[in-house]
């Protein structure tokens, strides 16, 4: 049975046109279809085993590294000269996080407190928890400065208080115990006498509240109503607005908890998140693009004004009282104690502080902290936030334990937080919101190519076909013409 190659051609040529009908079609509905994926890997719902393992546990390598700015001249500090310091450290500690008591509610939202705990990991450290540095004391500087404007009886009876319990204006201890606390029969005196005068009831240490502790009782949205305010805060504490600062702005609970953020973000978003540590919102700024491990990503970084003090930038001056531009005053929240955050090293502060303390070197490398997200989903994949500790300190006249101190912020500690997404987890988030769509996005493309491509040679081949039936049929006219004859 002959083969009808004209109609094989034109079976081509439909072929070819549905091919480019569905590329066509595919290229409009395969958007959708990947955003639809996308919310639904992005909703908080227990349903989906990636995403939510990754909001509940953080299953991810996380590390707090510590520097202390050890004190080289306590003595000359106490008669008036300048304060010289030497970075020591780091010091890492892997962070373990994860939610507990968490209850989904009817209105799209769920509540959850989130518990950390740290480890020490002396692989990756410099130094020891048993090193010896030496910081300024804050039960002593610090109350110093919250005591000035009290009587000066009143004064003279703190000074003889720090005296009778051996309390020096300089603490000399180990990186452990000025981490996680150390014993004080002062601190042990105040729980007695003044309970809920001091921010703990047991040993004192700049992180002696943080290990074993959880960051209050978070209400987030789950995006099941509206993706794009997944994650973001309804409540901290029960509270919807907070109560330390001096504006309603100021005051505001704003963005995410801070580990994950909405889908579908552009140049233009800015990430807004919540820190209980800060007390207080915070928002980065996107300042470039990049790819890391094959997958696109958006560079979030702090921007100058997020520290800058009320007279530099007006929407700042509910943080006041200020001091220089790059310090926060946290002193609301933490129990009026003279304490100011800051970047590392005072990067991106007013220029001026770095003349009040020798060994100071700001790098935006080493000291800026930055946040890699995944724009179409909202999840980050390499973070890096960087804070300083600072304590005010100054001579208060009748506690003789300040000496002469000039007035000076001093650095005592900063800290970066870290962890990015590896391994097993990595592989599937890459599988799932980066190749399967982008070989969606190709198909699509290619159903077009070869539909058109089909198409021509089709055509062309018919067009062939039609030519050689023609000119074999006139040669065969002709030959019966000449018979006749």
Sequence with gaps: MAIDRSKVAVGFMVAGVIAVLFGTVMVFVGPLIIDDQIVKNTMIDPKNDMTYTMWKD????FFMSVYFFHILNSQEILNGEKPMVEQRGPYVYRKQCFKDNITFHDNGTVTYREYRRFFFEPTMSVGNESDVVTIPNMLVLGAAVMMENQPYVLRLLISATFKK???????TKTVGELMWGYDSGLVDFLNKYLPGMLPTSGKFGL???FNNSNTGLFT???GRDDIRNVHKVDSWNGLKELSYWRTPQSNMINGTAGQMWPPFMTKETT???YSP????SLELVYQRPGVAKG???????APKTLFANGSDYAPNEGFCPCRQSGLLNVSSCRHDSPVFISHPHFFNADPVLLDFVEGLHPTEDEHGLFIDIHPDTGIPLNVSIRLQLNLYMKRVSGITETGKISEVVMPMIWFEESGFIDGPILSTFRTNLVILPAVMEYMQYSFIVLGLATIVIAALLHHRIKTSDSGSVKPGIETQQKTAK
């Design 207 to 209: 992180f002696a509240d």
């Design 271 to 273: 990430l807004p998140f």
């Design 295 to 301: 997958i696109p990503l958006y560079r979030y970084v």
């Design 277 to 280: 540590d800060a007390c207080r």
């Design 220 to 222: 987030i949205f789950t």
């Design 58 to 61: 953080l299953p991810v390598p």
């Design 165 to 171: 319990f051996k309390e020096t204006p300089f603490l």
